[in-house]
């Protein structure tokens, strides 16, 4: 089965800088990579996702990026604000009961944006 | 847009009872995951039904835990008997057709077993 591995666990940044979050995959299969945002308490939120057909997606201050080849896919945050303070999850598609619906994720990131 | 619905939002029994979470994915949605986390083993996905039929229950720890959905608009997960190992918090996620994998989270179910 698929397997998805997320580094670092936590990352710790200053207000204004940049935050990156890599994760590789083992299914070469996979065809469909989100990033979820959990905040303390809250619902994991689906933030961006990716799909193999592009190599990279940008919304405002974050994108994401997909190496295919190397199966790795990377978030990254600009500016970051306080409010980016949560746990990222990123995730991947795999085949399970003949659909590509199952997705696995990370063990996550705690991401600190330092006032 | 309601967004997915999960209820108790909060659950505490004994050990030994019976513990049913249930769900109401957003209206339109035809697929429907049940997660389980908790910090040593992240976000597992237990099981999935598209169409209201269980495609992959690989995921479901043991005969302990059962899931259903009689109906588009709503799910149940359920555990007999609850051991304290099942202490997590459950979430229940929706995904509309013909979006290829977008599943939006409710806010899950924290269930402590004692």
């Known amino acids: 089965g698929e397997n998805v591995e997320q580094h670092p666990s936590t990352l710790s940044v200053q207000e204004g800088d940049s935050a990156v979050i890599k994760c590789t995959y083992s299914?070469?299969?996979?065809?469909?990579f989100p990033w979820y945002k959990q905040e303390l308490g809250k619902r994991p939120q689906l933030i961006i996702d990716?799909?193999?057909?592009?190599g990279e997606k940008k919304d405002q201050r974050i994108a994401v990026t997909l190496n295919k080849t190397a199966k790795h896919f990377s978030l990254h945050i600009t500016e970051t604000q306080p409010e980016d303070s949560a746990v990222y999850f990123c995730?991947?598609?795999?085949?399970?009961?003949?659909?590509?619906?199952?997705?696995?994720f990370g063990k996550g990131t705690l991401l600190t944006v330092n006032p | 847009d309601a967004g997915v619905i999960q209820s108790p939002r909060h659950e505490v029994t004994e050990m030994g009872q019976e513990v049913t979470l249930r769900c109401k994915p957003i209206?339109?949605?035809?697929?429907l995951f049940w997660y389980r986390q908790t910090m040593m083993r992240g976000l597992e996905l237990l099981i999935y039904?598209?169409?209201?039929?269980?495609?992959?229950d690989s995921g479901m720890p043991e005969d302990r835990f059962s899931a259903k959905m009689p109906n588009a608009s709503f799910s149940t997960l359920k555990i007999q008997p609850s051991e304290p190992r099942d202490s997590a918090v459950y979430f229940c996620?929706?995904?509309?057709?013909?979006?290829?994998?977008?599943?939006?989270f409710g806010p899950g179910t924290r269930l402590t077993v004692t």
């Open positions: 209206s339109g949605h035809n697929s």
């Open positions: 990716i799909r193999s057909n592009v």
């Open positions: 299914d070469s299969a996979s065809n469909y």
């Open positions: 039904f598209n169409n209201n039929v269980p495609i992959d």
């Open positions: 996620a929706s995904s509309p057709p013909g979006t290829l994998y977008e599943q939006y």
């Open positions: 995730a991947a598609n795999s085949n399970s009961g003949g659909s590509n619906y199952k997705l696995t």
